[in-house]
C-alpha cells in the first residue's frame, strides 16, 4: 500500500470555480501535510502545509487534515488560470527524518 | 536569494554509461535531499544529506546509485552504469535546521534518459 494516495485527474475546470484536490494517507506516523505546485518543467514548490489536524487559510487556498480518516483537501476558491499546474500532497513524519512522502499529483487545468 | 540549481537540465545516455547529476543547494542549508520521479509515479525519495553526512539513505535503489557531498556544500549524485529504468526526472531539494516543519525548496530537476 502506498503511503499516499492521490487521483492523478486530470481536472479540469472553468475560471472562478472552487476546485477541491484530495489526498488519503496510510502511516500514522506523519505529523505534517504538504501541498506543493509543481509547474511543468519546474520543481516542486511549497504552498503550505498543515500540522496535525485541522484546517490552514492563505488567501484563496485552505488546507484541511483530517487524522481520524487520513484525508487531506486543498481548496481553492475562485480559480484562476494561473493555477493551472500539478498539484502535490505529501506527508511528512517530522523530526529528524526529513524525507516527503508524495501523492502522484492532480493535474488541474482552469480555463478562461 | 539564489534557488537551488541543478546542473545538467537534460541528459541522454546510453545503457551502460555513467551519468553524474549535480545539486547546489540554497547558501546555508544543511539539508540536502535527493528525490526522483519515474513517469506516471510519484516523486520518490533517495536520500538526505546533513552537511556532508548521509542522514538517510534508504531510498537509493542500488548500489549503482552512489551520492556525494563533499565539504557539505553541492552534491553529486552518480549513476554507473545506468540502465533503462533509470530514465526519469531526478529532484534535489534543500533546507535549513530548521527541525519540525522544514520547508524543502525544490530545484528544476535534471531529465534523464537512459537508451
Known amino acids: 500500500q502506498k503511503e499516499v494516495e492521490q487521483d492523478p485527474g486530470p481536472l479540469s475546470v472553468p475560471e472562478g470555480a472552487i476546485v477541491s484536490l484530495n489526498c488519503t494517507y496510510s502511516?500514522?506516523?506523519?505529523?505534517?501535510f504538504m501541498w506543493y505546485r509543481q509547474y511543468s518543467r519546474k520543481g516542486p514548490e511549497l504552498l503550505m502545509y498543515?500540522?496535525?489536524?485541522g484546517n490552514k487559510e492563505d488567501g484563496r487556498f485552505t488546507a484541511q487534515v483530517d487524522k481520524s480518516s487520513k484525508y487531506i483537501s486543498l481548496f481553492i476558491r475562485d480559480s484562476q488560470p494561473s493555477d493551472s499546474a500539478t498539484y502535490l500532497c505529501a506527508g511528512y513524519r517530522g523530526s529528524t527524518l526529513g524525507r516527503l512522502y508524495f501523492g502522484r499529483g492532480t493535474q488541474l487545468t482552469v480555463w478562461p | 536569494e539564489a534557488g537551488v540549481t541543478q546542473f545538467p537540465s537534460h541528459s541522454v545516455i546510453e545503457k551502460g554509461q555513467t551519468v553524474t547529476l549535480r545539486c547546489d543547494p540554497i547558501?546555508?542549508?544543511?539539508?540536502l535531499y535527493w528525490y526522483r520521479r519515474v513517469m506516471g509515479k510519484e516523486i520518490k525519495f533517495l536520500l538526505h544529506?546533513?552537511?556532508?553526512?548521509?542522514?538517510?539513505e534508504s531510498g537509493m535503489p542500488n548500489n549503482r546509485f552512489l551520492a556525494e557531498r563533499t565539504g557539505g556544500t553541492y552534491s553529486t549524485l552518480k549513476v554507473q552504469p545506468a540502465e533503462l529504468e533509470d530514465s526519469g526526472v531526478y529532484f534535489c531539494a534543500s533546507s535549513r535546521p530548521t527541525g519540525e516543519g522544514e520547508t524543502q525548496y525544490f530545484g528544476p530537476g535534471t531529465r534523464l534518459l537512459v537508451l
Open positions: 544529506f546533513v552537511k556532508e553526512s548521509k542522514q538517510d
Open positions: 498543515t500540522y496535525s489536524s
Open positions: 502511516n500514522s506516523a506523519f505529523q505534517y
Open positions: 547558501s546555508g542549508h544543511d539539508n
